[in-house]
């Protein structure tokens, strides 16, 4: 495993392996198990956070204005992301196999918890802090997905087993906010249908800790621990010691610059869509606004991410990860100024789908960088540390988009300011990619 601060994956593509085909990415051992966990988990989180952003955005007896929901991101996202670095730690020195089993399992008894405080009429902050708990959890659950991949798939391999694994999983996500949507015209929007929805999130965590107890123990790493004696003071060290390893690394560094300024880009373009489709848009044809076309919206999303899918492994084989990242950010910003400065209801749905495209193509691209170039005995620490980063910089950008963007969310100068945050993550990985170059020669 390559742990130097050259990336080798970024250099010239003909020193790419050979692909494998569909077919023998699935019949590798362990490989299929961990597809179908996290394909589960996945859904079960979509199912989970569309039922809660029904609750707050489109439920008739809640009212929701730009900075209320971006206090409900921060509420959810923030506290865990300060947590998450020092908690990879553990997914370092416990056995991730029990990982998954356990905290799939608390994850759905603290559903059910959520759900009865949504059909409860909880509200504001109450709602909130418990829906963080579920998210907390989740995200917990995730970071331990993506570090056992190795374990289950050859290194050589990784961007293919990537594609599928991570764009699979957002694909599902965005299946199990679908399949909210549908569930909510069974059950009402409002506070007893918003919590029947909710509920059925725990099938995807009941089903994810079933198909993860398939794993024999210890199956997944770490194989190594460099953890102290004491996991009081191994949690204390994750922040630090991931951020360092990450550091280090070329091709995790450049990655993460890409990711955050991608993550502004896409924080502000979430909120003003968000918005859009709750205050300004009208139906068109056969597109619905409204609630309805938030379900468009995610239908759009899971196309850019098949897309993806496709995209990303023949891309970095013939092109090079660097080559890659940075096309993957110039059509961010290039859809985003051509179609979403337009707002109307098709084409904020085409942005949607050339951004969610891109932004995957980013993320599998950095997750098989830290997949390949970050040891085991690390690998579950900078995992959580990109997983904080990530969500800070989405909840900062939308909460200072919330302060500035018009109640109807039509405020092209914010949508002209995200596609720029697209261009400077292009800047910012070009910068740190040959500082680290120079480094090292």
């Known amino acids: 495993m390559t742990t130097a601060t050259g990336d080798p994956a970024a250099a010239e593509p003909s020193t790419k392996p050979p692909r494998l085909g569909l077919r023998r990415l699935l019949g590798t051992p362990g490989y299929a198990r961990l597809l179908i966990t996290r394909f589960l988990a996945h859904w079960g989180d979509g199912v989970f956070q569309a039922g809660i952003g029904g609750a707050v955005l489109f439920n008739p007896e809640r009212e929701a204005d730009p900075l209320a929901i971006a206090a409900g991101f921060a509420v959810i996202l923030l506290p865990y992301s300060l947590v998450g670095p020092f908690a990879g730690a553990l997914l370092d020195r416990w056995d991730r196999r029990q990982v998954l089993l356990v905290a799939n399992l608390l994850r759905g008894a603290l559903i059910l918890l959520v759900a009865v405080a949504v059909g409860t009429g909880v509200a504001g902050l109450p709602l909130y802090a418990s829906a963080l708990l579920v998210m907390g959890v989740s995200r917990f659950v995730g970071a331990g997905l993506s570090a056992s991949l190795p374990h289950t798939m050859d290194e050589k391999h990784l961007v293919e087993a990537n594609a599928i694994l991570a764009t699979g999983g957002a694909a599902m996500a965005a299946v199990g906010g679908g399949c909210a949507f549908a569930l909510r015209s069974v059950f009402g929007g409002d ?251």
């Open 191 to 441: 506070d007893f249908g918003s919590a029947w929805v909710t509920a059925c999130a725990v099938f995807g965590s009941v089903f994810a800790a079933l198909a993860a107890s398939g794993f024999a123990k210890g199956s997944l790493g770490p194989d190594e621990r460099d953890e102290p004696a004491k996991a009081v003071t191994a949690i204390a060290h994750g922040l630090i010691d991931s951020g360092k390893v990450a550091a280090r690394t070329r091709s995790v560094a450049t990655g993460f610059a890409a990711l955050i300024a991608h993550r502004v880009g896409f924080g502000t373009s979430m909120l003003l869509g968000l918005l859009l489709m709750r205050f300004a848009f009208t139906d068109v044809g056969w597109l619905k606004a409204g609630i309805a076309g938030v379900g468009e919206a995610l239908a759009a999303g899971a196309v850019g991410l098949v897309l993806a899918a496709f995209i990303t492994a023949p891309a970095v084989h013939r092109f090079g990860r660097k080559a890659t990242v940075c096309g993957a950010l110039f059509v961010s910003a290039a859809a985003q100024l051509g179609l979403g400065l337009i707002m109307t209801l098709p084409s904020i749905l085409g942005a949607v789908l050339v951004v969610a495209c891109c932004s995957q193509i980013i993320k599998l691209c950095v997750d098989s960088a830290v997949q390949h170039d970050v040891g085991d005995e690390a690998r579950g620490r900078v995992f959580a540390l990109y997983d904080a980063l990530f969500n800070l910089t989405f909840v900062s950008a939308i909460t200072v988009t919330a302060l500035l963007v018009a109640p109807d969310g039509r405020s092209p100068e914010l949508m002209a300011a995200g596609a720029c945050a697209y261009l400077v993550g292009l800047a910012a990985y070009l910068l740190v990619d040959r500082r680290m170059s120079r480094r090292t020669a």
